[in-house]
Protein backbone atom coordinates (compact mmCIF):
# COMPACT_ATOMS: atom_id res chain seq x y z
CA UNK A 1 0.00 0.00 0.00
CA UNK A 2 2.76 2.38 0.73
CA UNK A 3 5.47 3.14 -2.39
CA UNK A 4 8.62 0.91 -2.48
CA UNK A 5 10.67 4.00 -1.89
CA UNK A 6 11.34 5.94 1.13
CA UNK A 7 9.67 9.02 1.68
CA UNK A 8 8.59 11.51 4.76
CA UNK A 9 6.27 10.50 7.52
CA UNK A 10 4.71 13.23 9.66
CA UNK A 11 2.40 12.17 12.56
CA UNK A 12 -0.28 14.73 13.87
CA UNK A 13 -2.27 15.20 16.87
CA UNK A 14 -2.10 14.75 20.82
CA UNK A 15 -1.17 12.52 23.80
CA UNK A 16 -2.12 9.15 21.47
CA UNK A 17 0.28 10.24 18.92
CA UNK A 18 2.84 11.76 21.37
CA UNK A 19 3.13 8.19 22.62
CA UNK A 20 2.06 8.96 26.28
CA UNK A 21 1.78 5.67 28.25
CA UNK A 22 4.75 4.17 26.43
CA UNK A 23 7.76 5.49 28.99
CA UNK A 24 11.17 6.08 27.67
CA UNK A 25 13.91 8.22 29.56
CA UNK A 26 15.88 8.01 26.83
CA UNK A 27 13.46 10.04 24.31
CA UNK A 28 12.31 13.40 23.78
CA UNK A 29 9.38 14.14 26.15
CA UNK A 30 10.31 10.98 28.24
CA UNK A 31 7.94 8.51 25.51
CA UNK A 32 8.52 6.67 22.96
CA UNK A 33 4.60 5.21 21.29
CA UNK A 34 3.24 3.45 18.01
CA UNK A 35 4.27 6.50 15.49
CA UNK A 36 7.89 6.34 16.72
CA UNK A 37 8.06 1.97 16.06
CA UNK A 38 6.01 3.10 12.63
CA UNK A 39 8.76 5.09 11.38
CA UNK A 40 11.57 2.61 12.47
CA UNK A 41 9.71 -0.39 10.75
CA UNK A 42 9.23 2.08 7.53
CA UNK A 43 13.20 2.61 7.93
CA UNK A 44 14.11 -0.97 8.44
CA UNK A 45 12.45 -1.93 5.75
CA UNK A 46 13.23 0.52 2.99
CA UNK A 47 16.25 2.76 4.20
CA UNK A 48 15.89 6.24 3.54
CA UNK A 49 12.25 7.24 5.74
CA UNK A 50 12.62 10.95 7.66
CA UNK A 51 10.07 11.78 9.93
CA UNK A 52 8.79 13.96 12.14
CA UNK A 53 5.69 14.11 14.82
CA UNK A 54 4.45 17.33 15.71
CA UNK A 55 2.04 15.60 18.70
CA UNK A 56 1.67 17.28 21.71
CA UNK A 57 -0.30 16.08 25.23
CA UNK A 58 -3.89 17.54 25.50
CA UNK A 59 -3.72 19.69 21.98
CA UNK A 60 -7.41 20.30 21.17
CA UNK A 61 -8.22 20.24 17.47
CA UNK A 62 -7.93 23.87 17.54
CA UNK A 63 -4.45 24.06 18.55
CA UNK A 64 -3.93 21.18 16.07
CA UNK A 65 -5.17 23.45 13.22
CA UNK A 66 -3.70 26.34 14.40
CA UNK A 67 0.42 24.71 15.88
CA UNK A 68 0.72 21.58 13.62
CA UNK A 69 -1.05 21.89 10.27
CA UNK A 70 1.05 24.75 8.32
CA UNK A 71 4.47 22.89 9.66
CA UNK A 72 2.97 19.55 8.56
CA UNK A 73 2.01 20.53 4.97
CA UNK A 74 5.61 22.56 4.42
CA UNK A 75 7.25 19.25 5.32
CA UNK A 76 6.21 17.88 1.92
CA UNK A 77 5.03 14.48 3.68
CA UNK A 78 4.36 11.43 1.64
CA UNK A 79 2.68 10.14 4.73
CA UNK A 80 0.17 11.41 7.41
CA UNK A 81 -1.36 9.89 10.40
CA UNK A 82 -3.42 12.36 12.06
CA UNK A 83 -5.45 11.37 15.16
CA UNK A 84 -7.48 14.69 16.98
CA UNK A 85 -10.53 15.33 18.63
CA UNK A 86 -10.25 13.03 21.62
CA UNK A 87 -10.37 15.61 23.87
CA UNK A 88 -12.32 17.63 22.11
CA UNK A 89 -15.09 15.17 23.21
CA UNK A 90 -14.02 14.56 26.99
CA UNK A 91 -14.48 18.67 27.30
CA UNK A 92 -17.51 19.31 28.82
CA UNK A 93 -20.13 21.34 26.84
CA UNK A 94 -18.49 20.49 23.10
CA UNK A 95 -21.06 19.51 21.04
CA UNK A 96 -19.69 16.51 18.39
CA UNK A 97 -20.92 18.32 14.99
CA UNK A 98 -18.48 21.59 15.73
CA UNK A 99 -15.80 19.17 16.58
CA UNK A 100 -16.35 17.30 13.15
CA UNK A 101 -16.79 20.17 11.34
CA UNK A 102 -13.16 21.09 12.51
CA UNK A 103 -11.94 17.74 11.87
CA UNK A 104 -12.94 17.76 8.37
CA UNK A 105 -11.42 21.03 7.63
CA UNK A 106 -8.10 19.69 8.54
CA UNK A 107 -8.40 16.44 6.66
CA UNK A 108 -9.31 18.19 3.74
CA UNK A 109 -6.35 20.86 3.99
CA UNK A 110 -4.15 17.56 4.68
CA UNK A 111 -5.59 15.57 1.49
CA UNK A 112 -3.82 18.07 -0.81
CA UNK A 113 -0.55 17.18 0.09
CA UNK A 114 -1.40 14.56 -2.17
CA UNK A 115 0.43 12.11 0.74
CA UNK A 116 -1.37 8.74 2.10
CA UNK A 117 -3.52 9.89 5.12
CA UNK A 118 -3.95 8.04 7.92
CA UNK A 119 -6.79 8.81 10.55
CA UNK A 120 -8.01 6.78 13.53
CA UNK A 121 -11.28 6.09 15.78
CA UNK A 122 -10.89 6.67 19.07
CA UNK A 123 -11.47 3.45 21.55
CA UNK A 124 -14.19 3.31 23.64
CA UNK A 125 -12.27 3.07 27.19
CA UNK A 126 -14.82 1.61 30.08
CA UNK A 127 -12.43 3.23 32.85
CA UNK A 128 -15.49 4.30 35.41
CA UNK A 129 -19.42 4.91 35.45
CA UNK A 130 -18.36 8.10 36.16
CA UNK A 131 -16.76 8.93 32.34
CA UNK A 132 -20.08 7.08 30.97
CA UNK A 133 -21.96 10.37 29.78
CA UNK A 134 -18.93 10.63 27.54
CA UNK A 135 -19.39 7.15 25.21
CA UNK A 136 -22.42 8.61 23.30
CA UNK A 137 -19.95 11.01 22.13
CA UNK A 138 -17.59 9.00 21.48
CA UNK A 139 -19.74 6.84 19.38
CA UNK A 140 -21.09 9.86 17.05
CA UNK A 141 -17.19 11.23 16.77
CA UNK A 142 -16.36 7.96 15.63
CA UNK A 143 -19.77 7.34 13.01
CA UNK A 144 -18.06 10.91 11.76
CA UNK A 145 -14.24 10.15 11.72
CA UNK A 146 -15.41 6.93 9.03
CA UNK A 147 -17.54 8.74 6.95
CA UNK A 148 -15.03 11.51 6.57
CA UNK A 149 -12.08 9.06 5.88
CA UNK A 150 -14.23 7.34 3.05
CA UNK A 151 -15.05 11.00 1.86
CA UNK A 152 -11.90 11.71 1.49
CA UNK A 153 -10.20 8.24 0.78
CA UNK A 154 -8.02 8.41 3.77
CA UNK A 155 -6.65 5.08 5.12
CA UNK A 156 -8.93 4.08 8.35
CA UNK A 157 -7.42 2.54 11.47
CA UNK A 158 -10.68 1.63 13.22
CA UNK A 159 -8.75 1.55 16.56
CA UNK A 160 -12.32 1.27 18.21
CA UNK A 161 -13.19 -2.41 16.92
CA UNK A 162 -10.07 -3.84 18.25
CA UNK A 163 -10.71 -6.02 20.52
CA UNK A 164 -6.86 -6.87 21.99
CA UNK A 165 -7.88 -3.64 23.90
CA UNK A 166 -10.47 -5.27 25.88
CA UNK A 167 -7.39 -6.58 28.16
CA UNK A 168 -6.37 -4.36 30.64
CA UNK A 169 -2.85 -4.84 29.68
CA UNK A 170 -2.92 -2.76 27.07
CA UNK A 171 -3.62 0.19 29.42
CA UNK A 172 -1.56 2.72 31.23
CA UNK A 173 -2.22 3.28 34.89
CA UNK A 174 -4.48 6.18 34.53
CA UNK A 175 -6.54 3.99 31.93
CA UNK A 176 -6.75 6.40 29.09
CA UNK A 177 -3.56 5.72 27.13
CA UNK A 178 -2.34 2.65 25.96
CA UNK A 179 0.69 0.84 27.60
CA UNK A 180 3.79 -0.30 26.30
CA UNK A 181 1.78 -3.27 24.86
CA UNK A 182 -0.75 -0.98 23.79
CA UNK A 183 1.34 1.18 21.62
CA UNK A 184 3.46 -1.98 19.99
CA UNK A 185 -0.07 -3.47 18.73
CA UNK A 186 -1.09 -0.36 17.29
CA UNK A 187 2.08 -0.18 15.98
CA UNK A 188 2.19 -3.41 13.97
CA UNK A 189 -1.22 -3.23 13.27
CA UNK A 190 -0.95 -0.02 11.39
CA UNK A 191 2.27 -1.32 9.75
CA UNK A 192 0.35 -4.50 8.53
CA UNK A 193 -2.21 -2.17 6.72
CA UNK A 194 0.62 -0.55 5.41
CA UNK A 195 1.40 -3.83 4.07
CA UNK A 196 4.71 -3.01 5.76
CA UNK A 197 7.11 -6.17 6.73
CA UNK A 198 8.16 -5.64 10.24
CA UNK A 199 9.44 -7.75 13.35
CA UNK A 200 7.46 -6.39 16.04
CA UNK A 201 6.10 -8.71 18.36
CA UNK A 202 3.54 -8.35 20.90
CA UNK A 203 1.92 -10.49 23.44
CA UNK A 204 -2.00 -9.57 24.19
CA UNK A 205 -2.92 -13.36 25.31
CA UNK A 206 -2.47 -13.19 29.14
CA UNK A 207 -4.64 -11.30 30.95
CA UNK A 208 -4.22 -9.36 33.97
CA UNK A 209 -4.90 -11.41 37.70
CA UNK A 210 -8.55 -11.63 38.82
CA UNK A 211 -8.53 -9.16 41.75
CA UNK A 212 -10.88 -9.06 45.17
CA UNK A 213 -13.35 -6.74 45.72
CA UNK A 214 -11.48 -5.40 48.54
CA UNK A 215 -8.44 -4.76 46.03
CA UNK A 216 -10.77 -3.68 43.41
CA UNK A 217 -11.98 -0.63 46.11
CA UNK A 218 -8.09 0.18 46.99
CA UNK A 219 -6.77 0.35 43.26
CA UNK A 220 -10.49 2.45 42.41
CA UNK A 221 -9.71 5.15 44.67
CA UNK A 222 -5.83 5.46 43.77
CA UNK A 223 -7.05 5.90 40.53
CA UNK A 224 -9.26 8.39 41.27
CA UNK A 225 -6.96 9.76 43.38
CA UNK A 226 -3.86 10.19 41.37
CA UNK A 227 -5.36 10.47 38.01
CA UNK A 228 -9.22 11.50 37.90
CA UNK A 229 -9.02 14.28 40.41
CA UNK A 230 -5.70 15.76 38.82
CA UNK A 231 -7.35 15.66 35.65
CA UNK A 232 -10.34 18.19 36.73
CA UNK A 233 -8.36 19.96 38.53
CA UNK A 234 -6.31 21.41 35.03
CA UNK A 235 -9.51 21.52 33.80
CA UNK A 236 -11.23 23.79 36.21
CA UNK A 237 -7.68 25.52 36.17
CA UNK A 238 -8.18 25.75 32.06
CA UNK A 239 -4.14 24.10 31.97
CA UNK A 240 -3.24 21.23 30.18
CA UNK A 241 0.01 18.94 30.30
CA UNK A 242 0.95 19.69 26.79
CA UNK A 243 1.70 23.74 28.00
CA UNK A 244 5.39 23.53 28.44
CA UNK A 245 6.12 20.89 26.22
CA UNK A 246 7.23 20.98 22.69
CA UNK A 247 6.72 18.49 19.71
CA UNK A 248 9.05 15.55 20.23
CA UNK A 249 10.23 15.38 16.95
CA UNK A 250 10.02 18.55 15.46
CA UNK A 251 11.80 18.57 12.37
CA UNK A 252 12.22 15.78 9.51
CA UNK A 253 15.15 13.40 10.87
CA UNK A 254 16.66 10.54 8.76
CA UNK A 255 15.58 7.15 10.51
CA UNK A 256 18.34 5.07 10.73
CA UNK A 257 17.35 1.82 9.45
CA UNK A 258 18.85 -0.50 12.31
CA UNK A 259 19.39 1.21 15.80
CA UNK A 260 16.36 3.56 14.83
CA UNK A 261 15.06 6.66 16.62
CA UNK A 262 17.52 5.38 19.87
CA UNK A 263 20.82 6.30 18.16
CA UNK A 264 19.44 9.90 17.25
CA UNK A 265 17.75 10.65 21.04
CA UNK A 266 21.29 10.96 22.66
CA UNK A 267 21.47 13.96 20.46
CA UNK A 268 18.30 15.76 21.01
CA UNK A 269 18.58 18.53 23.99
CA UNK A 270 16.82 17.41 26.74
CA UNK A 271 15.84 14.02 25.43
CA UNK A 272 15.59 12.75 28.97
CA UNK A 273 12.93 14.13 30.48
CA UNK A 274 10.77 13.51 33.52
CA UNK A 275 7.76 13.94 31.50
CA UNK A 276 7.12 9.78 31.28
CA UNK A 277 4.95 10.33 34.36
CA UNK A 278 1.78 11.88 32.96
CA UNK A 279 -0.17 12.36 35.91
Not at 122 to 148: C, F, M, Q, T, W
Amino acid sequence: MIAQAPGRYIALGDSFTEGVGDVSNRRPNGVRGWADRVAEGLASDCPGWEYANLAIRSKRLRHIIAEQLEPAVAMKPTLITLYAGGNDVMDFGTKIADILADYEVLVAELVQTGATLVLFTGYDVEVSPILSPLRRKNHAYNDGVRLIAAKYGAILVDYASFSAYANSRMWAPDRLHMSKAGHKYLASRLLDILEVPHGITHKTKHRAPTITAKQWVREHHAWVTEWVLPLVGRKLRGTTLGDSLSPRWPEPVRVPPKKGLKKLAGKIPDARSDMGHYS
